[in-house]
């Protein structure tokens, strides 16, 4: 069956620290990937995507995941986080058939000056 | 432009009673999902909308819950004999409908409190 684990359900940083949020998932084919992130009171807005093409994708705000098949992983990264980017972030896997997505459990940033 | 919009913002019902709840997705989105977050749990897919075919309901936990989309528009997803367990936040999502590939815009989402 199709899943999403975040392993790290809670992560605090430094302000101006580098950042990697890890994601795996089990899917039968080549799945569509996603981050979305959701800051308090947010909704969810989505910081990249991955399809096919180039492993390594790059989003917004900074943000970028390298989709690595063999481990089955998207993590995503940030060279320098930013007290802003302290929110909820979501990993998703998309269906190429059907329409159901799969969301990982999420992983709460905390940023400290 | 206004993004996807959701009523009521917090809903505090008795076990055992009805509840609507109202998703407005962005104009000329055609496809519309309704997803449930639990406390600690991530988003669970309950059911989606696309145009004017038969809405894929696979998600959703019990035949307590159903949904419409009127005019292809408006969603109002519908929880009967509301339990406990079905405390969580709700949160609706639209696209453009053109598969997996589009961009999903998340409403706020509506806080359900079961008592």
């Known amino acids: 069956a199709q899943s999403v684990t975040q392993p790290d359900i809670h992560i605090t940083v430094s302000e101006g620290a580098s950042l990697e949020l890890r994601c795996n998932y089990s899917?039968?084919?080549?799945?569509?990937l996603f981050w979305y992130v959701q800051s308090p009171g947010q909704g969810l807005q989505l910081l990249l995507k991955?399809?096919?093409?180039?492993?390594l994708v790059q989003g917004i705000k900074g943000f970028e995941a390298e989709f690595k098949r063999s481990q089955s992983s998207f993590n995503l990264r940030k060279p320098s986080v930013h007290w802003s980017d302290a929110a909820e972030y979501f990993c998703?896997?998309?269906?190429?058939?059907?329409?159901?997505?799969?969301f990982g459990t999420g992983t709460s940033l905390t940023v400290i000056p | 432009g206004a993004g996807v919009s959701q009523s009521p913002s917090n809903k505090v019902t008795e076990k055992g009673k009805d509840v609507e709840l109202r998703c407005d997705p962005i104009?000329?989105?055609?496809?519309l999902y309704w997803y449930r977050q639990s406390l600690g749990q991530g988003l669970e897919f309950l059911i989606y909308f696309q145009g004017n075919s038969a809405p894929d309901k696979s998600g959703l936990p019990s035949d307590r819950f159903s949904a419409e989309r009127t005019g292809g528009s408006v969603s109002t997803l519908t929880i009967q004999r509301t339990q406990q367990e079905d405390s969580a936040v709700y949160l609706c999502?639209?696209?453009?409908?053109?598969?997996?590939?589009?961009?999903?815009?998340f409403g706020p989402g509506t806080r359900l409190t079961v008592l």
């Open positions: 991955y399809f096919s093409g180039d492993t």
């Open positions: 998703a896997v998309g269906p190429n058939t059907g329409n159901q997505f799969y």
């Open positions: 899917y039968g084919a080549t799945p569509y």
């Open positions: 104009s000329g989105h055609t496809a």
């Open positions: 999502a639209s696209s453009l409908g053109q598969g997996a590939i589009d961009e999903q815009f």
